[in-house]
């Protein structure tokens, strides 16, 4: 996993005009598409017709597209007795199925970027096993993004993410945390966050 932490610390929050493909060295624009190399787990910004090469998710591939999907769904709950019983320290995290591991793993943002969760996956697939709408996204390219607010603040939201979009949500979060919690700024651009991609996201399970 030192090469997902190594992306979401290093990698620059955004591409400059006129940079290139990283397959054909085509030019893109700042606003570009990306595949996912499945073992290496990589994200590489590509040209239109390199991602293309990319999108049947049912071929046996080395890399693969990432969609531009964004789901909500309005139902999900989670009790914090199970928010704590899949051992993540903060109330954020996000989920995807890796097949190279064969496994879901989790990871949250914090000060150094993005911390992997030993996740135990019984306790994961039963809330999968209540939700059973959410289990949705497309292993290796989407990605479940949970957040559980402080005791009696708010509900618990799931949203389906990109994972490009995973990414550069915790990229971010590193940028600008401060102290222990992160301080204002991080919690700002976490509701933020939330209601951009609530707003766009459609609804899922229906």
């Known amino acids: 996993m030192g090469v997902l932490r190594r992306l979401t610390v290093d990698r620059k929050p955004a591409v400059a005009a006129g ?109 999968l096993d209540r939700h059973p709408e959410i289990a949705v996204a497309v292993p290796d390219v989407e990605a479940l993004m949970i957040r559980v607010p402080e005791r009696g603040t708010a509900e618990a939201a799931c949203l389906l993410l990109p994972i490009d979009a995973c990414y550069e949500f915790v990229g971010r979060m590193r940028m600008l945390w401060r102290g222990f919690d992160g301080g204002q700024d991080v919690h700002r651009y976490l509701d933020e966050f939330f209601d951009a991609v609530s707003a766009r996201a459609r609804p899922g399970g229906v």
């Open 19 to 127: 940079e290139r493909c990283e397959m054909c060295a085509e030019t893109i624009a700042a606003e570009h598409q990306h595949v996912v190399n499945v073992e290496g787990r990589q994200l590489l910004c590509v040209c239109r017709g390199c991602y293309l090469l990319f999108t049947d998710q049912n071929a046996t591939l080395r890399y693969r597209a990432v969609p531009d999907r964004y789901l909500r769904f309005p139902g999900f709950t989670i009790s914090h007795g199970e928010w704590d019983a899949l051992e993540i320290p903060v109330g954020l995290a996000f989920f995807f199925d890796n097949s190279a591991l064969g496994r879901t793993v989790a990871f949250y943002p914090g000060p150094m970027g993005a911390t992997e969760s030993e996740l135990p996956l019984d306790e994961w697939r039963t809330v």
